[in-house]
Nanobody, 126 residues
Framework: QVQLVESGGGLVQPGGSLRISCAASGRTLSGYATGWFRQAPGKEREFVAG????????YYGDSVKGRFTISRDSGKNTVFLQMDRLKPEDTAVYYC???????????????????WGQGTQVTVSS
């Protein structure tokens, strides 16, 4: 079992930056692919960023590519999402997820992940 707890969400102005974190317990994340997804009211859950189980490869959704960066700190067993040049359309609840059997071709699919955090709200507004 893996427990995931997100933190760091909040209100930020357009063009600003925010870093959200996902602390894992129960298992080390080194054996799991990890991902960030988001969901806005009335919309489907959207892939934001992913970190491969092996090799340290990163993947991004088209809407955040070049603005967001996913990273993982093995010592802290934590995954981060650095969000820069934020836009109002980035407003959503952000969830982190972990999956042991997630392969590269399916890293963008939320159905492939086994464990989920409770989510953290990010609001981009002036």
């Amino acid at each position: 079992q893996v427990q995931l707890v997100e933190s760091g969400g909040g209100l930020v102005q357009p063009g600003g930056s925010l870093r959200i974190s996902c602390a894992a317990s129960g298992r080390t994340l080194s054996g799991y692919a990890t991902g960030w997804f988001r969901q806005a009211p009335g919309k489907e859950r959207e892939f934001v960023a992913g970190y491969s189980r092996t090799g340290g490869y990163t993947y991004y959704g088209d809407s955040v590519k070049g603005r967001f960066t996913i990273s993982r700190d093995s010592g802290k067993n934590t995954v981060f999402l650095q969000m820069d040049r934020l836009k109002p359309e980035d407003t959503a609840v952000y969830y982190c997820a972990a999956g042991r059997g997630v392969i590269t071709s399916s890293i963008r699919s939320h159905t492939q992940y086994d464990y989920w955090g409770q989510g953290t709200q990010v609001t981009v507004s002036s």
